[in-house]
């Protein structure tokens, strides 16, 4: 996949910006998901919400203030950061792209469904209001395909991280990174931290980091 977006950059090259990019700015999400009820260490808590959709606005609304252009928003769909995102976006008039690791049920009872069915209501209405033309699906399991053979450093969310990086890259010459992270690593591979080090490595500013560590009581 670390191929694959090189292969992306250089098959742009040459070529117009209009054939080439949908957008003249892509804002490309990573962040956490609502905690579990159980959580041993808060990371990012239910109570934490409202704070974090007014820090997440805040940094939106600059973004747009700098990048007076077509814009596009592109994130995952788990409870938590990334359906804020894709709710902030709305109230701002930023279109925006879901992209899925699984199909739906799947995706929803592996990243949506364990924050409750608030959330699940909520992860519908995005899907409804995009429309299918906007909503796509990396594969059909966890597993990762045949092809790719077996790398033990190499995960179904790393290659989910690498595939929105590729997303951003082909929507538009500039792209930014927002991040809602606590900026330690996470349970397991392809987390926040990982999205944020794939945007530098391919030349995507990486907004003020949004950590949730600030918005606990």
């Known amino acids: 996949m670390a191929d694959g977006l090189r292969l992306v950059a250089e098959s742009l ?18 962040g956490h998901m609502i905690d579990a009820p159980d959580r041993k260490h808060p990371r990012f808590p239910a109570s934490c919400e409202g704070r974090a959709r007014e820090a997440m606005a805040k940094t939106l609304r600059e973004l747009k203030r700098v990048h007076t252009v077509r814009t596009v928003g592109i994130a995952g769909g788990a409870s ?19 992209r899925l690791t699984l199909p739906q049920e799947k995706f929803i009872e592996t990243s ?12 519908h209405a995005l899907v409804e209001r995009l429309g299918k033309s906007n909503v796509e699906v990396l594969g059909d399991s966890l597993e990762l395909p045949a092809w790719m053979g077996e790398r033990m450093d190499y995960d179904v969310w790393q290659r989910t991280n690498l595939w929105l990086m590729q997303e951003a890259i082909a929507r538009a010459p500039a792209r930014s990174l927002l991040a809602l992270w606590d900026g330690e690593a996470g349970d397991g591979p392809g987390g926040t931290q990982h999205l944020v080090e794939a945007a530098l490595r391919y030349g995507t500013v990486v907004a003020p980091i949004i950590r949730t560590q600030d918005l606990i009581d």
């Not at 054939?19 to 804002?27: E, L, M, P, T, V």
């Not at 469904?113 to 992860?123: D, H, I, S, Y």
Request: proline share 2%; with cysteine; hydrophobic share 45%.
């Open 13 to 30: 090259d040459g070529l117009s910006d209009a054939k080439r990019f949908g957008w003249d700015h892509a804002i490309l999400f990573t």
């Open 80 to 98: 938590g950061g990334d359906l804020l995102f894709h709710e902030e976006c709305a109230s701002l008039g930023i279109e925006t792209l879901l």
């Open 112 to 123: 949506v469904a364990p924050a409750g069915e608030a959330w699940v209501k909520r992860f």
